[in-house]
Protein backbone atom coordinates (compact mmCIF):
# COMPACT_ATOMS: atom_id res chain seq x y z
CA UNK A 1 0.00 0.00 0.00
CA UNK A 2 1.02 3.57 -0.83
CA UNK A 3 2.72 5.63 1.97
CA UNK A 4 0.40 8.16 3.28
CA UNK A 5 1.88 11.75 2.02
CA UNK A 6 3.46 13.16 5.22
CA UNK A 7 3.89 16.74 6.94
CA UNK A 8 4.99 15.42 10.15
CA UNK A 9 8.74 14.69 9.55
CA UNK A 10 11.17 14.92 12.75
CA UNK A 11 14.57 15.80 12.21
CA UNK A 12 15.53 12.32 14.04
CA UNK A 13 13.01 10.46 11.63
CA UNK A 14 15.03 12.02 7.86
CA UNK A 15 18.45 11.63 10.10
CA UNK A 16 17.97 8.18 10.52
CA UNK A 17 16.86 7.48 6.77
CA UNK A 18 19.93 9.31 5.53
CA UNK A 19 21.83 6.97 7.96
CA UNK A 20 20.42 4.08 6.81
CA UNK A 21 23.00 0.86 4.86
CA UNK A 22 23.53 2.85 1.11
CA UNK A 23 21.13 -0.42 -0.49
CA UNK A 24 18.89 -0.20 2.48
CA UNK A 25 17.90 3.24 1.28
CA UNK A 26 17.99 3.15 -2.12
CA UNK A 27 15.79 0.36 -2.30
CA UNK A 28 13.25 1.95 0.01
CA UNK A 29 13.47 4.93 -1.99
CA UNK A 30 13.36 3.24 -5.54
CA UNK A 31 9.91 1.61 -4.00
CA UNK A 32 8.41 4.69 -2.89
CA UNK A 33 9.10 6.28 -6.27
CA UNK A 34 7.92 3.55 -7.99
CA UNK A 35 4.53 3.51 -6.45
CA UNK A 36 4.15 7.22 -7.40
CA UNK A 37 5.87 7.63 -10.90
CA UNK A 38 7.07 5.84 -13.88
CA UNK A 39 10.16 4.99 -12.92
CA UNK A 40 11.48 5.28 -16.82
CA UNK A 41 10.53 8.67 -17.21
CA UNK A 42 12.21 12.10 -16.44
CA UNK A 43 10.65 15.10 -17.24
CA UNK A 44 12.95 17.74 -19.05
CA UNK A 45 12.99 21.72 -18.31
CA UNK A 46 14.94 23.91 -19.86
CA UNK A 47 16.37 26.79 -18.23
CA UNK A 48 17.11 30.93 -19.54
CA UNK A 49 18.47 33.21 -17.25
CA UNK A 50 16.02 36.26 -18.87
CA UNK A 51 17.90 39.37 -16.76
CA UNK A 52 21.76 38.22 -15.72
CA UNK A 53 23.79 39.72 -12.98
CA UNK A 54 24.48 42.78 -11.01
CA UNK A 55 22.01 41.13 -8.24
CA UNK A 56 22.33 43.00 -4.45
CA UNK A 57 22.03 39.78 -2.41
CA UNK A 58 25.02 38.05 -0.82
CA UNK A 59 24.62 34.36 -1.85
CA UNK A 60 27.68 32.96 -1.11
CA UNK A 61 27.15 30.46 -3.57
CA UNK A 62 25.98 32.96 -6.50
CA UNK A 63 28.55 34.08 -9.34
CA UNK A 64 25.38 36.69 -9.75
CA UNK A 65 25.70 38.81 -6.88
CA UNK A 66 27.12 41.96 -8.05
CA UNK A 67 30.09 42.10 -5.20
CA UNK A 68 31.55 38.95 -6.04
CA UNK A 69 34.04 39.02 -9.06
CA UNK A 70 32.96 36.31 -10.87
CA UNK A 71 32.89 37.50 -14.38
CA UNK A 72 29.51 37.67 -15.07
CA UNK A 73 28.26 40.68 -16.85
CA UNK A 74 25.45 42.36 -15.76
CA UNK A 75 22.38 41.79 -18.58
CA UNK A 76 18.91 43.72 -18.88
CA UNK A 77 15.52 42.10 -18.86
CA UNK A 78 15.35 40.22 -22.18
CA UNK A 79 12.63 41.47 -24.89
CA UNK A 80 9.96 39.24 -25.34
CA UNK A 81 10.99 38.54 -29.09
CA UNK A 82 14.52 37.30 -27.93
CA UNK A 83 12.69 35.06 -24.93
CA UNK A 84 10.06 33.39 -27.54
CA UNK A 85 12.97 32.59 -29.50
CA UNK A 86 14.86 30.75 -27.48
CA UNK A 87 11.54 28.80 -25.45
CA UNK A 88 10.69 27.82 -29.42
CA UNK A 89 14.33 26.47 -29.58
CA UNK A 90 13.50 24.67 -26.99
CA UNK A 91 10.74 22.72 -27.62
CA UNK A 92 12.22 22.15 -30.55
CA UNK A 93 14.93 20.35 -28.79
CA UNK A 94 12.48 18.39 -26.91
CA UNK A 95 11.74 20.32 -23.77
CA UNK A 96 8.20 20.49 -22.06
CA UNK A 97 9.06 23.54 -19.81
CA UNK A 98 10.79 26.72 -19.81
CA UNK A 99 12.37 28.02 -16.67
CA UNK A 100 13.05 31.87 -16.60
CA UNK A 101 15.51 33.64 -14.33
CA UNK A 102 16.23 36.74 -13.34
CA UNK A 103 18.84 37.52 -11.17
CA UNK A 104 16.40 39.90 -8.73
CA UNK A 105 15.94 40.21 -5.09
CA UNK A 106 12.28 40.94 -5.84
CA UNK A 107 11.45 42.34 -9.05
CA UNK A 108 9.36 46.36 -8.94
CA UNK A 109 5.94 46.20 -10.05
CA UNK A 110 7.19 47.34 -13.68
CA UNK A 111 9.58 43.83 -13.96
CA UNK A 112 6.49 41.93 -13.02
CA UNK A 113 4.22 43.48 -15.73
CA UNK A 114 7.18 42.80 -18.27
CA UNK A 115 7.63 39.34 -16.78
CA UNK A 116 3.79 38.53 -17.68
CA UNK A 117 4.02 39.59 -21.12
CA UNK A 118 6.71 37.33 -21.80
CA UNK A 119 4.90 34.52 -19.32
CA UNK A 120 2.06 34.85 -22.11
CA UNK A 121 4.08 34.37 -25.17
CA UNK A 122 6.13 31.67 -23.99
CA UNK A 123 2.61 29.98 -22.74
CA UNK A 124 1.29 30.57 -25.88
CA UNK A 125 3.98 27.94 -27.93
CA UNK A 126 2.37 25.52 -26.01
CA UNK A 127 4.98 25.10 -22.95
CA UNK A 128 4.64 25.10 -19.63
CA UNK A 129 6.12 27.87 -17.53
CA UNK A 130 8.34 28.34 -14.89
CA UNK A 131 10.17 31.56 -13.07
CA UNK A 132 12.00 32.61 -10.78
CA UNK A 133 12.29 36.40 -9.83
CA UNK A 134 12.93 36.66 -6.28
CA UNK A 135 10.87 37.40 -3.44
CA UNK A 136 7.01 38.18 -4.52
CA UNK A 137 4.16 40.00 -2.86
CA UNK A 138 0.60 38.76 -3.21
CA UNK A 139 -0.19 41.22 -5.51
CA UNK A 140 2.66 40.06 -8.19
CA UNK A 141 1.83 36.61 -7.80
CA UNK A 142 -1.52 36.82 -9.12
CA UNK A 143 -0.34 39.20 -11.84
CA UNK A 144 1.96 36.30 -12.52
CA UNK A 145 -0.96 33.25 -12.22
CA UNK A 146 -3.20 35.64 -14.31
CA UNK A 147 -0.43 35.85 -17.63
CA UNK A 148 -0.42 31.85 -17.31
CA UNK A 149 3.02 31.05 -15.10
CA UNK A 150 2.37 27.72 -13.90
CA UNK A 151 5.23 27.52 -11.58
CA UNK A 152 7.57 29.90 -9.48
CA UNK A 153 10.67 28.34 -8.49
CA UNK A 154 11.73 29.92 -5.12
CA UNK A 155 14.30 27.72 -2.76
CA UNK A 156 14.78 27.61 0.80
CA UNK A 157 18.40 26.56 -0.25
CA UNK A 158 19.81 25.38 3.01
CA UNK A 159 18.68 24.48 6.51
CA UNK A 160 17.32 27.18 8.41
CA UNK A 161 20.42 26.52 11.27
CA UNK A 162 23.18 27.08 8.38
CA UNK A 163 20.58 29.71 6.27
CA UNK A 164 22.86 32.55 7.81
CA UNK A 165 25.69 31.62 6.95
CA UNK A 166 25.48 31.66 3.38
CA UNK A 167 22.94 35.02 2.85
CA UNK A 168 22.78 37.60 4.52
CA UNK A 169 20.71 40.13 3.05
CA UNK A 170 17.28 38.30 3.54
CA UNK A 171 16.00 35.92 5.88
CA UNK A 172 14.64 32.22 5.81
CA UNK A 173 11.28 33.69 6.73
CA UNK A 174 11.30 36.41 3.49
CA UNK A 175 11.58 32.85 1.62
CA UNK A 176 8.67 31.45 3.44
CA UNK A 177 6.72 34.50 3.05
CA UNK A 178 7.21 34.34 -0.74
CA UNK A 179 6.45 30.54 -0.91
CA UNK A 180 3.04 31.54 1.04
CA UNK A 181 2.67 34.35 -1.36
CA UNK A 182 2.92 32.05 -4.69
CA UNK A 183 0.60 29.02 -2.85
CA UNK A 184 -2.08 31.54 -2.05
CA UNK A 185 -1.88 32.83 -5.73
CA UNK A 186 -2.39 29.00 -6.92
CA UNK A 187 0.80 28.69 -8.83
CA UNK A 188 2.50 25.47 -8.77
CA UNK A 189 5.56 25.47 -6.55
CA UNK A 190 8.91 24.64 -7.18
CA UNK A 191 11.08 24.76 -4.17
CA UNK A 192 14.25 22.62 -2.92
CA UNK A 193 17.93 23.75 -2.08
CA UNK A 194 21.54 23.06 -2.63
CA UNK A 195 23.81 20.53 -1.47
CA UNK A 196 27.50 20.81 -1.00
CA UNK A 197 27.86 24.38 0.80
CA UNK A 198 30.00 22.94 3.80
CA UNK A 199 26.56 22.04 5.32
CA UNK A 200 26.75 18.81 7.79
CA UNK A 201 24.14 15.56 6.96
CA UNK A 202 22.10 16.69 9.73
CA UNK A 203 21.83 20.00 7.79
CA UNK A 204 20.79 18.27 4.84
CA UNK A 205 18.73 16.37 6.29
CA UNK A 206 17.11 19.67 8.15
CA UNK A 207 16.46 21.27 4.54
CA UNK A 208 14.82 18.49 3.56
CA UNK A 209 12.79 17.95 6.52
CA UNK A 210 11.83 21.63 6.25
CA UNK A 211 10.18 21.18 2.21
CA UNK A 212 8.57 18.19 3.97
CA UNK A 213 6.80 19.58 6.55
CA UNK A 214 5.96 22.68 4.64
CA UNK A 215 1.75 23.58 4.39
CA UNK A 216 2.04 21.55 0.96
CA UNK A 217 4.76 19.52 -0.58
CA UNK A 218 6.19 21.68 -3.84
CA UNK A 219 5.46 19.77 -7.19
CA UNK A 220 9.18 20.11 -8.10
CA UNK A 221 11.94 20.02 -5.74
CA UNK A 222 15.21 20.86 -7.55
CA UNK A 223 17.94 19.57 -5.48
CA UNK A 224 20.97 21.32 -6.86
CA UNK A 225 24.90 20.68 -6.12
CA UNK A 226 26.72 23.58 -5.65
CA UNK A 227 28.40 24.40 -9.01
CA UNK A 228 31.90 26.08 -7.62
CA UNK A 229 32.53 29.84 -9.31
CA UNK A 230 35.81 31.19 -8.63
CA UNK A 231 35.13 34.50 -6.94
CA UNK A 232 32.27 33.24 -5.24
CA UNK A 233 32.58 33.14 -0.88
CA UNK A 234 32.31 29.09 -1.44
CA UNK A 235 34.39 28.44 -4.15
CA UNK A 236 37.11 25.65 -3.38
CA UNK A 237 34.46 23.98 -0.09
CA UNK A 238 35.09 20.80 0.14
CA UNK A 239 33.22 18.88 -2.59
CA UNK A 240 30.95 16.70 -1.44
CA UNK A 241 30.83 12.74 -1.67
CA UNK A 242 28.80 11.95 -4.69
CA UNK A 243 26.81 8.97 -2.87
CA UNK A 244 25.93 12.09 -0.16
CA UNK A 245 24.30 13.42 -3.19
CA UNK A 246 23.04 10.37 -4.10
CA UNK A 247 20.98 9.88 -0.16
CA UNK A 248 20.12 13.36 -0.09
CA UNK A 249 17.99 12.36 -3.77
CA UNK A 250 16.73 9.36 -2.18
CA UNK A 251 15.90 10.74 1.08
CA UNK A 252 14.12 13.77 -0.64
CA UNK A 253 11.63 11.52 -2.82
CA UNK A 254 10.94 9.51 0.45
CA UNK A 255 9.98 12.62 2.39
CA UNK A 256 7.82 13.95 -0.85
CA UNK A 257 6.89 10.95 -2.64
CA UNK A 258 4.14 12.92 -5.00
CA UNK A 259 6.41 15.15 -6.03
CA UNK A 260 9.10 16.06 -9.57
CA UNK A 261 12.54 15.77 -7.77
CA UNK A 262 14.96 17.51 -10.28
CA UNK A 263 19.13 16.22 -10.66
CA UNK A 264 19.41 20.28 -10.92
CA UNK A 265 22.65 21.83 -11.05
CA UNK A 266 25.70 20.13 -11.10
CA UNK A 267 25.18 17.77 -13.26
CA UNK A 268 28.22 18.75 -15.51
CA UNK A 269 30.58 17.59 -13.02
CA UNK A 270 28.84 14.94 -11.81
CA UNK A 271 29.72 11.25 -13.76
CA UNK A 272 27.28 9.56 -15.35
CA UNK A 273 27.33 6.57 -13.34
CA UNK A 274 26.32 8.76 -10.42
CA UNK A 275 23.38 10.01 -12.22
CA UNK A 276 22.07 6.94 -13.19
CA UNK A 277 22.00 6.32 -9.24
CA UNK A 278 19.95 9.42 -8.73
CA UNK A 279 17.45 8.42 -11.44
CA UNK A 280 17.20 5.02 -9.36
CA UNK A 281 16.80 6.62 -6.51
CA UNK A 282 13.75 8.84 -7.25
CA UNK A 283 15.30 11.85 -9.27
CA UNK A 284 12.54 11.90 -12.03
CA UNK A 285 13.13 15.58 -13.78
CA UNK A 286 16.28 17.68 -15.11
CA UNK A 287 17.61 20.98 -16.75
CA UNK A 288 18.06 20.36 -20.36
CA UNK A 289 20.34 21.90 -22.53
CA UNK A 290 24.42 23.46 -22.65
CA UNK A 291 23.22 26.34 -19.82
CA UNK A 292 22.30 26.20 -16.69
CA UNK A 293 21.81 30.02 -15.72
CA UNK A 294 25.26 31.61 -16.43
CA UNK A 295 27.18 28.08 -15.94
CA UNK A 296 27.47 24.56 -17.83
CA UNK A 297 25.34 22.06 -17.99
CA UNK A 298 25.61 18.54 -20.33
CA UNK A 299 25.60 19.07 -23.77
CA UNK A 300 22.12 17.87 -25.23
CA UNK A 301 23.88 15.12 -27.35
CA UNK A 302 25.46 13.70 -24.06
CA UNK A 303 21.66 13.79 -22.64
CA UNK A 304 20.66 11.92 -25.17
CA UNK A 305 23.08 9.30 -25.39
CA UNK A 306 22.60 8.89 -21.30
CA UNK A 307 18.97 8.51 -21.81
CA UNK A 308 19.34 5.70 -24.29
CA UNK A 309 21.86 4.08 -22.50
CA UNK A 310 19.46 4.21 -19.85
CA UNK A 311 16.00 3.26 -21.56
CA UNK A 312 14.99 6.71 -19.76
CA UNK A 313 12.23 8.63 -21.88
CA UNK A 314 10.97 12.27 -21.30
CA UNK A 315 7.58 12.82 -19.92
CA UNK A 316 4.90 13.91 -22.56
CA UNK A 317 2.77 17.00 -21.02
CA UNK A 318 -0.75 16.60 -22.35
CA UNK A 319 -2.20 20.17 -21.95
CA UNK A 320 -5.99 20.91 -22.94
CA UNK A 321 -5.52 22.63 -26.61
CA UNK A 322 -2.00 21.33 -27.09
CA UNK A 323 0.19 18.23 -27.02
CA UNK A 324 3.89 18.65 -26.49
CA UNK A 325 5.74 15.56 -27.71
CA UNK A 326 8.67 16.28 -25.66
CA UNK A 327 10.59 13.19 -26.03
CA UNK A 328 14.39 14.19 -26.29
CA UNK A 329 14.73 11.04 -27.50
CA UNK A 330 12.18 10.85 -30.61
CA UNK A 331 10.67 7.48 -29.47
CA UNK A 332 9.31 5.26 -31.43
CA UNK A 333 5.64 5.22 -30.37
CA UNK A 334 5.63 1.29 -30.75
CA UNK A 335 7.67 1.58 -27.57
CA UNK A 336 11.16 0.03 -26.48
CA UNK A 337 10.23 -3.21 -27.68
CA UNK A 338 10.73 -4.88 -24.04
CA UNK A 339 6.97 -5.28 -23.80
CA UNK A 340 6.50 -3.59 -20.83
CA UNK A 341 4.57 -0.62 -22.33
CA UNK A 342 6.67 2.30 -21.35
CA UNK A 343 7.68 4.47 -24.69
CA UNK A 344 11.75 4.42 -24.64
CA UNK A 345 12.70 4.45 -27.76
CA UNK A 346 14.23 1.01 -28.70
N1 LIG B 1 17.35 35.64 -7.76
C1 LIG B 1 16.33 34.69 -7.58
C2 LIG B 1 16.44 33.95 -6.26
O1 LIG B 1 17.50 33.90 -5.69
O2 LIG B 1 15.42 33.39 -5.85
C3 LIG B 1 16.22 33.67 -8.71
C4 LIG B 1 17.49 33.12 -9.34
S1 LIG B 1 18.57 32.18 -8.28
C5 LIG B 1 20.01 32.06 -9.29
C6 LIG B 1 17.82 30.58 -8.24
C7 LIG B 1 18.50 29.49 -7.47
O3 LIG B 1 19.65 29.02 -8.17
C8 LIG B 1 19.05 29.81 -6.10
O4 LIG B 1 18.06 29.82 -5.11
C9 LIG B 1 20.00 28.64 -5.86
O5 LIG B 1 19.34 27.58 -5.22
C10 LIG B 1 20.42 28.24 -7.28
N2 LIG B 1 21.86 28.50 -7.50
C11 LIG B 1 22.43 29.71 -7.73
N3 LIG B 1 23.76 29.57 -7.85
C12 LIG B 1 24.05 28.26 -7.72
C13 LIG B 1 25.25 27.50 -7.73
N4 LIG B 1 26.45 28.08 -7.90
N5 LIG B 1 25.19 26.17 -7.56
C14 LIG B 1 23.97 25.57 -7.39
N6 LIG B 1 22.80 26.24 -7.35
C15 LIG B 1 22.83 27.57 -7.51
C1 LIG C 1 17.22 25.78 -9.27
O1 LIG C 1 16.94 25.24 -8.18
N1 LIG C 1 18.36 25.61 -9.92
C2 LIG C 1 18.39 26.41 -11.13
C3 LIG C 1 16.96 26.99 -11.17
N2 LIG C 1 16.40 26.59 -9.92
C4 LIG C 1 16.75 28.41 -11.42
C5 LIG C 1 19.51 27.41 -11.12
C6 LIG C 1 20.87 26.77 -11.04
C7 LIG C 1 21.89 27.84 -11.17
C8 LIG C 1 23.29 27.32 -11.19
C9 LIG C 1 24.29 28.41 -11.29
C10 LIG C 1 24.22 29.22 -12.56
O2 LIG C 1 24.15 28.63 -13.67
O3 LIG C 1 24.30 30.45 -12.49
FE1 LIG D 1 20.72 37.20 -6.41
FE2 LIG D 1 19.27 34.98 -6.64
FE3 LIG D 1 21.96 34.94 -6.97
FE4 LIG D 1 20.98 35.33 -4.53
S1 LIG D 1 20.71 33.48 -5.81
S2 LIG D 1 22.63 36.50 -5.49
S3 LIG D 1 19.14 36.51 -5.01
S4 LIG D 1 20.49 35.96 -8.26
Request: proline share 4%; aromatic share 6%; net charge negative.
Amino acid sequence: MAQPIRHDWTRAEVAALFALPFNELLHRAHSVHREHHDPNAVQVSTLLSIKTGGCPEDCAYCPQAARYDTGVEAQKLMSVDAVVARAQAAKDAGASRFCMGAAWRSPKDRDVLKVAEIVRAVKGLGLETCATLGMLNGEQAATLKQAGLDYYNHNLDTAPEFYGEIIHTRQYQDRLDTLEHVREAGLKTCCGGIVGMGETREQRAGLLQTLANLPEHPESVPINQLVQVEGTPLNGVQALDPFEFVRSIAVARILMPASMVRLSAGRQQMDDAVQALCFFAGANSIFYGEKLLTTGNPDVEHDRALFKRLDLHSLEVVEEANTVHADIMEADSAGCGHGCGCSAAA
